[in-house]
């Protein structure tokens, strides 16, 4: 199984910590490859919106996104992880989900998404692990991911050393119970019903789609009919 962490930060803190304990729940070293935001993709979206009207190749940052991209489409589990900042995840994480607009169920999703599973991960030293999780976890919905698990804990710290033991071990039964679960689904990943209807949804739109390039993709790929990208 390989597993992409997306560290929301460049720093080994608590919620990269936390994201590493589940990966290693599921896969050995040799299977983890990590993305550092910003190190290894920091640019912010101009809005030209090139990605989705024409191609995800018109983008200017396509190739600085290129290896990002493909860590992504390689790996069975992503485990995106962002510390809560102000209430959200940081601003670094927010700049990349933002490149994959293009690959939303809306536009132009890639198959390979419905048939992976992933954990969004966040800390905060009080509140805010709610929104950031969820800043997550939509992307994760949109891009296809049939099932996406929460791993977010208020931890009254502002570093790993510091926290509490007895918050540790329960993050840690989280991670346990989380792990069992991706494992036992991992090659028959079940495809929500919340899924499958928005899937059906935007299979109508697309028929006569208002954007070109998403309606003759969606043509191609035999979803405005009958076939499903998870079958
Ligand atoms: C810019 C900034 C904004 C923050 N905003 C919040 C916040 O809204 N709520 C909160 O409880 N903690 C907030 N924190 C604290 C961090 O979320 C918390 O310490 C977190 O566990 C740090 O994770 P890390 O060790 O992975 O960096 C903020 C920290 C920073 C640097």
């Known amino acids: 199984m390989k597993v992409l962490i997306i560290s929301g930060t460049n720093h080994k803190g608590s919620t990269y ?80 989900l933002d490149h994959y607009a293009w690959r939303w169920m809306s536009h132009r999703p890639d198959e390979r998404m419905f048939r992976k599973q992933a954990v969004v991960v966040s800390t905060a030293a009080g509140a805010g692990v709610k929104s950031a999780m969820k800043d997550m976890a939509d992307s994760c919905f949109f891009w296809g991911i049939p099932q996406t698990y929460r791993l977010g804990r208020a931890i009254a710290a502002v570093d790993w050393q510091s926290v509490k033991p007895e918050i540790k071990e329960s993050i840690e039964k989280k991670a346990d119970s989380i792990a069992r679960k991706i494992l036992k689904r991992q090659g028959k990943v079940p495809v929500t019903l919340k899924t499958r209807a928005f899937f059906m949804i935007m299979s109508l739109m697309q028929r006569n789609g208002w954007n070109k390039a998403d309606e003759e993709y969606w043509k191609e790929k035999g979803w405005t009919g009958k076939r499903r990208p998870w079958k």
């Open 17 to 96: 910590t936390i994201g590493r304990i589940a990966a290693e729940k599921l896969t050995s070293a040799e299977n983890i490859s990590e993305v550092f935001l910003p190190r290894d993709f920091g640019e912010f979206c101009c809005g030209c919106t090139s990605c989705i009207v024409k191609s995800a190749e018109k983008c200017p940052h396509y190739a600085k996104l290129a290896p990002v991209t493909e860590l992504i489409d390689a790996a069975d589990v992503l485990i995106l992880t962002s510390p809560v900042y102000v209430y959200h995840c940081t601003g670094q994480m927010k700049a990349l």
